[in-house]
């Protein structure tokens, strides 16, 4: 059975960090695209960062470029997010998924991940 289980997430002062996992099961993540997106009240959900399953190169939303940091470590089968410099406006579930898509230019849309994970939320507040 394939899962996603996202962890991580809690209550943060402006400026902190937090280091978020998505641990999958059920199959082996290095061989498919991981993306994070978020979800903050009342908007859709935003693609965030992605990683490629062949080389590891990745991308960014333009808002978390030089704060947000994706990773991946296979031996573990977990993707992190390491979030840096924290603003309020990043307060969101933060959902990890898998797609077979990746487009060399930017992440897959969200309509290429088909599986996903519970969320986890990152609250960023003073």
């Known amino acids: 059975q394939v899962q996603l289980v996202e962890s991580g997430g809690g209550l943060v002062l402006p400026g902190g960090s937090l280091r978020l996992s998505c641990v999958a099961s059920?199959?082996?993540?290095?061989?498919?695209?991981i993306g994070w997106f978020r979800q903050a009240p009342g908007k859709g959900r935003e693609g965030v960062s992605c990683?490629?399953?062949?080389?590891?190169?990745?991308h960014y939303l333009d808002s978390v470029k030089g704060r947000f940091t994706i990773s991946r470590d296979n031996a573990k089968n977990t993707v992190y997010l390491q979030m840096n410099s924290l603003k309020l406006e990043d307060t969101a579930v933060y959902y990890c998924?898998?797609?077979?898509?990746?487009?060399?230019?930017?992440?897959?849309?969200?309509?290429?991940?088909?599986?996903w994970g519970q969320g986890t939320q990152v609250t960023v507040s003073s």
């Open positions: 990683i490629s399953s062949s080389d590891g190169r990745t």
């Open positions: 998924a898998k797609s077979n898509a990746w487009y060399g230019s930017h992440c897959p849309t969200r309509p290429a991940f088909d599986s």
């Open positions: 059920g199959f082996a993540l290095e061989y498919y695209t």
